[in-house]
């Protein structure tokens, strides 16, 4: 961090990217989307809960990514009877995967909030950034 600091202090450019540690929406989005807590009730409050607690409020979207995204977050999550594992961040986005928050919530209103989403950002490509408002 130190080596980092120095050298933007020094006013030299980084050739990538560098994600910030502190998982903080430090860079500009390029859409924000009211998730509808009415309507999805428990998606909402985890979402609300988990961004409290640190993660990220953006999905930089990453569709190729969801597979091994959600296999490291659900890893040692045991399946329960009659609720779904839902994650936050999302699979799809860059952000989620290992260390992403999990919670117990019934299949309803999971999936229909999935639905939801789906369908808010089916026409963006992988790599815009979304931020997340629950309203």
């Known amino acids: 961090m130190i080596v980092i600091a120095l050298y933007a202090l020094a006013g ?10 502190f998982k903080t929406t430090d860079k500009s989005v390029d859409h924000t989307i009211t998730f509808p807590a009415e309507r999805y009730p428990e998606t909402a409050n985890h979402i609300r809960k988990a961004i409290q607690a640190g993660h990220s409020d953006v999905c930089t979207i990453d569709r190729k990514g969801a597979e091994g995204n959600r296999e490291l977050s659900l890893k040692g999550v ?3 009877k009659g609720k779904d594992r839902d994650e936050w961040p999302m699979a799809m986005c860059a952000e989620g995967g290992k260390d992403a928050d ?16 789906g369908n808010q950002l089916s026409t963006y490509p992988d790599g815009t950034r979304v931020k997340f408002v629950v309203k």
């Open 12 to 21: 030299g450019e980084w050739p990538l990217d560098i994600p910030s540690p």
């Open 78 to 80: 045991p399946v329960k």
């Open 102 to 117: 999990i919670q117990y919530i019934t299949p309803k209103d999971n999936r229909g909030a999935g639905s939801w989403v």
